[in-house]
T-cell receptor, first 114, second 112 residues
Framework: GAVVSQHPSRVICKSGTSVKIECRSLDFQATTMFWYRQFPKQSLMLMATSNEGSKATYEQGVEKDKFLINHASLTLSTLTVTSAHPEDSSFYIC??????????FGPGTRLTVT | QKEVEQDPGPLSVPEGAIVSLNCTYSNSAFQYFMWYRQYSRKGPELLMYTYSSGNKEDGRFTAQVDKSSKYISLFIRDSQPSDSATYLCAMTSPDSNYQLIWGAGTKLIIKP
Protein backbone atom coordinates (compact mmCIF):
# COMPACT_ATOMS: atom_id res chain seq x y z
CA GLY A 1 0.00 0.00 0.00
CA ALA A 2 0.85 3.64 0.27
CA VAL A 3 0.21 6.30 2.88
CA VAL A 4 -1.47 9.63 2.31
CA SER A 5 -1.99 12.09 5.14
CA GLN A 6 -4.39 14.97 5.31
CA HIS A 7 -4.44 17.89 7.69
CA PRO A 8 -6.48 19.04 9.49
CA SER A 9 -8.89 16.20 10.08
CA ARG A 10 -11.60 18.55 11.27
CA VAL A 11 -11.99 22.29 11.01
CA ILE A 12 -14.69 24.73 11.98
CA CYS A 13 -14.56 28.20 10.53
CA LYS A 14 -16.75 31.24 10.31
CA SER A 15 -18.54 32.25 7.17
CA GLY A 16 -16.40 34.46 4.97
CA THR A 17 -13.05 33.12 6.12
CA SER A 18 -10.67 30.88 4.19
CA VAL A 19 -9.49 27.41 5.10
CA LYS A 20 -6.47 25.51 3.81
CA ILE A 21 -6.32 21.71 3.71
CA GLU A 22 -3.04 19.89 3.14
CA CYS A 23 -2.59 16.53 1.45
CA ARG A 24 0.73 14.69 1.60
CA SER A 25 1.95 11.44 0.11
CA LEU A 26 4.27 10.12 2.80
CA ASP A 27 6.09 7.22 1.17
CA PHE A 28 5.86 7.86 -2.56
CA GLN A 29 5.99 10.69 -5.02
CA ALA A 30 2.77 11.68 -6.71
CA THR A 31 2.78 13.76 -9.85
CA THR A 32 -1.00 13.74 -9.73
CA MET A 33 -3.30 14.27 -6.78
CA PHE A 34 -7.05 14.53 -6.68
CA TRP A 35 -9.52 16.40 -4.52
CA TYR A 36 -12.94 14.97 -3.82
CA ARG A 37 -15.98 16.08 -1.92
CA GLN A 38 -18.38 13.67 -0.29
CA PHE A 39 -21.83 14.38 1.05
CA PRO A 40 -23.45 12.09 3.64
CA LYS A 41 -24.43 8.69 2.26
CA GLN A 42 -23.16 9.58 -1.19
CA SER A 43 -20.22 8.52 -3.26
CA LEU A 44 -17.17 10.64 -3.93
CA MET A 45 -17.46 13.61 -6.25
CA LEU A 46 -14.27 14.59 -8.04
CA MET A 47 -13.62 18.30 -7.72
CA ALA A 48 -10.27 18.71 -9.42
CA THR A 49 -7.12 17.03 -10.61
CA SER A 50 -3.90 18.53 -9.37
CA ASN A 51 -0.68 18.07 -11.34
CA GLU A 52 2.67 18.95 -9.85
CA GLY A 53 4.02 22.18 -11.25
CA SER A 54 0.97 23.07 -13.32
CA LYS A 55 -2.53 24.43 -12.91
CA ALA A 56 -5.24 22.18 -11.59
CA THR A 57 -8.00 20.88 -13.82
CA TYR A 58 -11.44 21.48 -12.35
CA GLU A 59 -14.55 19.44 -12.96
CA GLN A 60 -17.60 21.09 -14.43
CA GLY A 61 -19.48 23.12 -11.86
CA VAL A 62 -16.55 23.54 -9.47
CA GLU A 63 -15.52 27.16 -9.01
CA LYS A 64 -11.76 27.42 -9.44
CA ASP A 65 -11.63 30.82 -7.74
CA LYS A 66 -13.35 29.44 -4.70
CA PHE A 67 -11.43 26.20 -4.41
CA LEU A 68 -7.78 27.10 -4.92
CA ILE A 69 -5.46 24.17 -5.50
CA ASN A 70 -1.69 24.25 -5.35
CA HIS A 71 0.57 21.27 -6.06
CA ALA A 72 3.99 22.72 -5.34
CA SER A 73 5.90 19.48 -4.84
CA LEU A 74 5.66 15.79 -5.62
CA THR A 75 4.40 15.06 -2.12
CA LEU A 76 2.16 18.01 -1.26
CA SER A 77 -1.05 19.45 -2.62
CA THR A 78 -3.22 22.02 -0.87
CA LEU A 79 -6.86 22.97 -1.24
CA THR A 80 -7.93 26.40 -0.01
CA VAL A 81 -11.62 27.08 0.37
CA THR A 82 -11.92 30.83 0.02
CA SER A 83 -14.71 32.94 1.50
CA ALA A 84 -16.33 29.84 2.91
CA HIS A 85 -20.10 29.62 3.29
CA PRO A 86 -22.24 27.11 5.18
CA GLU A 87 -23.03 25.28 1.92
CA ASP A 88 -19.30 24.51 1.63
CA SER A 89 -19.57 22.35 4.74
CA SER A 90 -18.66 18.86 3.64
CA PHE A 91 -16.15 16.03 3.85
CA TYR A 92 -13.15 16.76 1.65
CA ILE A 93 -10.85 13.90 0.68
CA CYS A 94 -7.63 13.95 -1.29
CA UNK A 95 -5.97 11.11 -3.10
CA UNK A 96 -2.57 10.60 -4.66
CA UNK A 97 -1.83 8.56 -7.74
CA UNK A 98 1.00 6.08 -7.27
CA UNK A 99 0.81 4.40 -10.66
CA UNK A 100 -1.58 5.00 -13.50
CA UNK A 101 -4.69 3.39 -12.02
CA UNK A 102 -3.87 3.25 -8.30
CA UNK A 103 -5.14 6.05 -6.11
CA UNK A 104 -4.52 6.14 -2.39
CA PHE A 105 -6.70 8.29 -0.22
CA GLY A 106 -6.13 10.51 2.76
CA PRO A 107 -8.30 10.19 5.87
CA GLY A 108 -10.44 13.19 4.91
CA THR A 109 -11.16 16.61 6.36
CA ARG A 110 -14.53 17.50 7.79
CA LEU A 111 -15.21 21.18 7.19
CA THR A 112 -17.97 22.94 9.07
CA VAL A 113 -18.72 26.55 8.20
CA THR A 114 -20.79 28.42 10.77
CA GLN B 1 -28.13 5.59 -16.90
CA LYS B 2 -25.05 5.84 -14.71
CA GLU B 3 -21.78 4.45 -16.02
CA VAL B 4 -21.39 2.32 -12.90
CA GLU B 5 -24.34 0.88 -11.00
CA GLN B 6 -24.04 -0.36 -7.44
CA ASP B 7 -26.82 -1.21 -5.00
CA PRO B 8 -26.45 1.12 -1.99
CA GLY B 9 -27.95 -1.45 0.41
CA PRO B 10 -27.73 -1.70 3.30
CA LEU B 11 -26.76 -5.35 3.14
CA SER B 12 -27.00 -7.06 6.51
CA VAL B 13 -25.57 -10.56 7.06
CA PRO B 14 -24.64 -12.65 10.09
CA GLU B 15 -21.04 -13.00 11.18
CA GLY B 16 -19.23 -15.79 9.34
CA ALA B 17 -21.38 -15.56 6.21
CA ILE B 18 -20.00 -15.16 2.71
CA VAL B 19 -20.70 -11.70 1.37
CA SER B 20 -21.14 -10.90 -2.29
CA LEU B 21 -20.92 -7.29 -3.45
CA ASN B 22 -21.48 -6.37 -7.07
CA CYS B 23 -21.26 -3.60 -9.64
CA THR B 24 -22.33 -3.40 -13.25
CA TYR B 25 -21.01 -0.97 -15.79
CA SER B 26 -21.74 0.20 -19.29
CA ASN B 27 -18.39 1.40 -20.66
CA SER B 28 -16.56 -1.47 -22.34
CA ALA B 29 -13.35 0.58 -22.35
CA PHE B 30 -12.82 0.10 -18.62
CA GLN B 31 -9.72 -2.01 -17.99
CA TYR B 32 -8.90 -1.60 -14.30
CA PHE B 33 -11.36 -2.45 -11.59
CA MET B 34 -10.94 -1.49 -7.95
CA TRP B 35 -12.68 -2.13 -4.69
CA TYR B 36 -12.37 0.37 -1.87
CA ARG B 37 -13.56 0.06 1.71
CA GLN B 38 -14.67 3.17 3.54
CA TYR B 39 -15.40 3.35 7.23
CA SER B 40 -17.63 6.11 8.49
CA ARG B 41 -15.94 9.54 8.43
CA LYS B 42 -12.74 8.10 6.93
CA GLY B 43 -11.13 8.14 3.52
CA PRO B 44 -11.52 5.11 1.22
CA GLU B 45 -8.96 2.33 1.53
CA LEU B 46 -7.89 0.42 -1.57
CA LEU B 47 -8.69 -3.25 -0.99
CA MET B 48 -8.04 -4.86 -4.33
CA TYR B 49 -7.59 -4.09 -7.98
CA THR B 50 -7.94 -6.30 -11.02
CA TYR B 51 -6.85 -5.80 -14.57
CA SER B 52 -9.19 -7.13 -17.24
CA SER B 53 -11.22 -10.30 -16.63
CA GLY B 54 -10.55 -13.00 -14.09
CA ASN B 55 -10.29 -13.61 -10.38
CA LYS B 56 -7.90 -12.28 -7.78
CA GLU B 57 -7.69 -13.50 -4.22
CA ASP B 58 -6.20 -11.82 -1.17
CA GLY B 59 -6.85 -13.49 2.15
CA ARG B 60 -10.59 -13.50 2.79
CA PHE B 61 -11.28 -11.29 -0.22
CA THR B 62 -11.81 -12.36 -3.82
CA ALA B 63 -12.36 -9.92 -6.66
CA GLN B 64 -13.96 -11.17 -9.84
CA VAL B 65 -14.34 -9.42 -13.19
CA ASP B 66 -16.51 -10.59 -16.07
CA LYS B 67 -15.95 -8.15 -18.91
CA SER B 68 -18.31 -9.99 -21.25
CA SER B 69 -21.17 -9.29 -18.84
CA LYS B 70 -19.75 -5.96 -17.62
CA TYR B 71 -20.07 -7.24 -14.08
CA ILE B 72 -17.65 -7.22 -11.17
CA SER B 73 -17.90 -8.79 -7.75
CA LEU B 74 -16.16 -8.75 -4.41
CA PHE B 75 -16.55 -11.78 -2.17
CA ILE B 76 -15.75 -11.70 1.52
CA ARG B 77 -15.38 -15.05 3.27
CA ASP B 78 -15.80 -15.60 7.00
CA SER B 79 -17.17 -12.10 7.40
CA GLN B 80 -16.38 -10.27 10.64
CA PRO B 81 -18.10 -7.35 12.38
CA SER B 82 -15.01 -5.31 11.56
CA ASP B 83 -15.86 -5.73 7.87
CA SER B 84 -18.90 -3.51 8.43
CA ALA B 85 -18.28 -0.51 6.17
CA THR B 86 -19.25 0.95 2.83
CA TYR B 87 -17.68 -0.81 -0.14
CA LEU B 88 -17.17 1.23 -3.28
CA CYS B 89 -16.29 -0.12 -6.68
CA ALA B 90 -14.33 2.06 -9.06
CA MET B 91 -13.06 1.54 -12.56
CA THR B 92 -10.96 3.32 -15.10
CA SER B 93 -9.22 3.18 -18.43
CA PRO B 94 -6.28 4.85 -20.20
CA ASP B 95 -8.80 6.60 -22.47
CA SER B 96 -10.02 8.71 -19.55
CA ASN B 97 -6.52 9.39 -18.24
CA TYR B 98 -7.25 6.88 -15.49
CA GLN B 99 -9.91 9.01 -13.86
CA LEU B 100 -11.83 6.78 -11.47
CA ILE B 101 -15.53 6.28 -12.11
CA TRP B 102 -17.29 5.32 -8.90
CA GLY B 103 -20.22 3.22 -7.92
CA ALA B 104 -22.56 4.59 -5.27
CA GLY B 105 -21.15 2.29 -2.59
CA THR B 106 -22.85 -0.55 -0.72
CA LYS B 107 -23.24 -0.28 3.02
CA LEU B 108 -22.43 -3.65 4.59
CA ILE B 109 -23.45 -4.61 8.11
CA ILE B 110 -22.08 -7.77 9.72
CA LYS B 111 -24.18 -8.78 12.69
CA PRO B 112 -22.34 -10.52 15.58
Amino acid sequence: GAVVSQHPSRVICKSGTSVKIECRSLDFQATTMFWYRQFPKQSLMLMATSNEGSKATYEQGVEKDKFLINHASLTLSTLTVTSAHPEDSSFYICSARKVSYEQYFGPGTRLTVT
Amino acid sequence: QKEVEQDPGPLSVPEGAIVSLNCTYSNSAFQYFMWYRQYSRKGPELLMYTYSSGNKEDGRFTAQVDKSSKYISLFIRDSQPSDSATYLCAMTSPDSNYQLIWGAGTKLIIKP
